[in-house]
Structures are given as C-alpha cells and as structure tokens.
C-alpha cells in the first residue's frame, strides 16, 4: 500500500522568481490533482471570530478555557481552582475552528463540539467561524489533519529557534481543494463510518472490563464499604504499616478469608541486561502507561546506558510502582528476544491459578486498581513494588469463568486487529481523496 504524501527528491531544481523564501524546505509544495475552479485559500472560508469575554458579567469559574492536541482534539483544560487567567480571553462558539497559533505547525486545529458552552481562549489561539454554504467543519479537520497537509505546515514555519510558528496569513492563504459540499460530505462519511465502528469496539472491550469489575465485587465481602467508608476498625496485627490504606488492606484481608495471596501465583523477574556486553547493539526500551498499557518507547544504543535493564518475555506483566494506582501495568505483548524495561519497573509473571490473559483483563479493572491503592508504601509519594503487589488478595476465579471472559477479550481484540488495518487503509484513502489521486465514486 502506498501512502498519499508524496517524497521528495533531496536534489531539484527551483526557479528563484517562485521562492517566497530562502528556505530549501518551504521549497516543496503540494501538488494538488484537482481543477483550479475547486481551489481557493483557506481564508476565503473562514471568519475571524474576536469577541473580548466581557469578565464582569462572566466569572472565570463558568467558563471553559481548552487544550488542543496535535491529533485535532480538544478537551478541557484543567486549571487550579484556586487560579484564574489575567489575560483577555475570547469566545469561541459551537461549531468554531480554533486554531492553537504556536502549535499550527503540528496540526493543532480543532472544532469546537456543539453540546460545549462558554468555551474560551487567550490570544495564543485564533478563532474562526467556518462558511458552512462552502466547508464543511468535519472535511476541513481531515485536510489539516492529512500527513501531507501537516508536514507542508512543519516546511513552512518561521521565527526565532525554539519558538518557530507558521504565521497565520501564510495559513489563510494556502490554496486547498473546497470541492462541492457533497463531495466533502461522502469523505466525511467515509471517515465517520469506519471511526465509529472502532470506537464501537474498543466500548465492547470496555463493556468487558466494566463486566469483570462488577463480578469481581459480587465476590468480595465488604468491598465497597471499605472502598469508601472514612470510618472503619482494622486489626493492628493484620497491616503492615499504620496508615489508612493499610488498614483497608488489613480489614479486606479479615472480611475475605478465602482470598488468595496473589504472591502465591506470581513471580518477581528480575532478570538483569547488561547491554555493554553488546557495545554496537541497539535496544528495544518498552515502557507502560495507563492508556496504552506496555508499548514500545524507544531503540537506544548501547552507548547511552548507564545501568543494567531488566528483561521482559511475552505474556509477564510489569508495571511503574509510582503510578500503578491509576493503571500504569500491563502485560507484555509479542516482543523481540532483547526487549527490556527500565530497572525501576516492577516485572513479573503468573505462576499459576490464573490465565495470564484473564489477568490482562482483571489489572484494568477498577476493583484491581483500588486493591493496589490499599497495598501502596512511604508517604507522599507512595509505591507499589513487587512484595506490595504479592500481598494483593484474590477470589480464586474458576478456569471455566476465567476462559468465558477470555473468550470475549479474544473476539474483540481479533476485530481489533482487523480494524486497525481498515482504519489504516481508511486513513490512507481519506488523504488521497483529499488530494485529489482518488475520487469519492472509488469509496
């Protein structure tokens, strides 16, 4: 499959009455392959929007400044109820296109959702009201979202190192395809269609989660009580440290005597990697997050370690002892035979009672991450080590329980699996529609 943005030659010839600059890189436009009658400045369908928020009729607490990522999205930004901006601050209303000015050199455009109300932004983001006769808000998203459209922006960017940012009335005036709303329409559609059905299923595969959470506390005595109760009496004798957390550990463990020692099932590993035995080699880094669960985070050379590396293999779990409360574990997945974590991460695996898959599963429930909150040490900036997590108490789950749920995890993750190819070669089709390669009557 071959990707829409072009490449470009690292050798051409430009005629200088063409160059806006002297910049080897803003050399490279794109070649757009639709008629000139479709293409006009993006300027042209858009409005600057500068309403000042009038701060004596509108108290900062009501209002709703934002972050745009590079990805296009946008979600609230969380500031300090105790602070408040001093800057003057603009309006940006349902349906606006905003624009994050220092960021637009990476794509940092969003729309501003319908249901959204007293949305604001300070002078570092540019708000447009979109000709919806001429643009749809959607189509225009995908186009600055495109590869190619996003490294043009990158080719383009000027000012002083550190602080480079493409200036705005280059933006507005860069010629794009506004094709009949129709035509932008289906494309958005497209998109939408095969977006929604990932979406979909990554909801089942939280629907599973949220299935095994609630079987979890169905078996448990007591949970949510001790969960939220300020008040309860714990035995001394039974907490390892005289804390709060530890005295709901101490009493989850007296009020489910049949419970587990998840220690008695697992296994530290704590093989260690000295990668100066191999000088020229490259290393795969995995690191885990709780959105991602363990990814792959770097290839670093040999050269910059200082210290040994701990080993990982398919199918064992590790974890960041300092976050691992909000979800920061998970289990490792296909990697090479030298794929190692750093030694700060707590690595183990399943001995036994339990499927390391099931597992997968139950360390993204709420219930799990509410144990690990129990079974935390040292004061403000409290860990979960190896010994810590060995002391978590489980219900013996059932095989036959165990595989139902797996059962589940394995249809959706398979759909999964297939969809991220659809939703690439969607991605990729989208662009080429976009730039014109492709027509909308080939979808």
Request: proline share 6%.
């Amino acid at each position: 499959m071959t990707e829409a943005s072009p490449s470009f030659p690292k050798a051409f010839a430009v005629s200088f009455s063409e160059v806006k600059r002297w910049d080897p890189n803003s050399f490279h436009t794109i070649e757009w392959h639709w008629p000139t009658a479709v293409m006009a400045p993006i300027g042209s369908v858009l409005t600057h929007r500068k309403e000042k928020v009038d701060r004596t009729d509108n108290g900062f607490a009501d209002l709703m400044p934002v972050t745009i990522h590079f990805d296009g999205s946008i979600e609230p930004r969380k500031v300090n109820q105790n602070k408040e901006y001093t800057m003057d601050l603009f309006w940006a209303r349902p349906g606006d296109i905003v624009v994050s000015k220092i960021d637009l050199k990476n794509g940092a455009v969003a729309i501003i959702p319908n249901s959204w109300d007293k949305v604001v932004v300070t002078n570092h983001f540019a708000v447009y009201k979109p000709d919806l006769e001429r643009i749809d808000p959607k189509y225009f998203h995908l186009l600055i979202q495109a590869k190619f459209f996003k490294e043009h922006l990158w080719r383009n960017k000027v000012g002083a190192e550190g602080r480079k940012e493409v200036k705005l009335d280059f933006f507005e005036s860069l010629e794009c395809p506004i094709p009949a709303l129709p035509i932008q329409q289906k494309i958005v559609s497209y998109w939408d269609r095969v977006q929604k059905e990932t979406t979909d299923t990554k909801l089942a595969k939280i629907n599973i989660v949220a299935e095994l959470n609630e079987f979890m506390i169905q078996q448990t005595h007591k949970y949510k009580l001790l969960r939220n109760s300020k008040l309860f009496s714990a035995s001394f004798s039974q907490a390892p440290q005289w804390d709060v957390k530890a005295g709901r550990a101490a009493v989850f463990k007296e009020a489910n005597p049949t419970f587990i020692r998840l220690g008695d099932y697992t296994q530290e590993c704590s093989d260690m990697i000295k990668p100066w035995d191999l000088p020229k080699k490259k290393w795969p880094i995995y690191g885990v997050n709780n959105k991602d669960g363990v990814f792959l985070n770097t290839k670093q050379e040999t050269q910059y370690f200082n210290a040994a590396y701990k080993k990982i293999e398919k199918g064992w779990f590790f974890h960041n002892p300092t976050r691992a409360n909000v979800g920061s574990l998970g289990i490792v997945p296909e990697v090479p035979n030298d794929a190692i974590t750093s030694p700060e991460y707590q690595v183990w695996k399943i001995t036994g009672g339990f499927d390391p898959e099931f597992m997968d599963l139950l360390i993204q429930t709420e219930y799990f991450l509410t144990l690990v909150s129990f079974n935390r040490v040292g004061g403000v900036k409290q860990r979960m080590y190896y010994a810590n997590l060995a002391e978590i108490r489980l219900p013996m789950i059932a095989m036959d329980v165990q595989q139902e749920f797996l059962s589940k995890k394995a249809e959706i993750e398979q759909k999964l699996s297939t969809l991220k190819e659809t939703l690439f070669d969607c991605k990729n089709k989208v662009e080429k529609l976009i730039l014109g390669t492709l027509s909308v009557e080939d979808i």
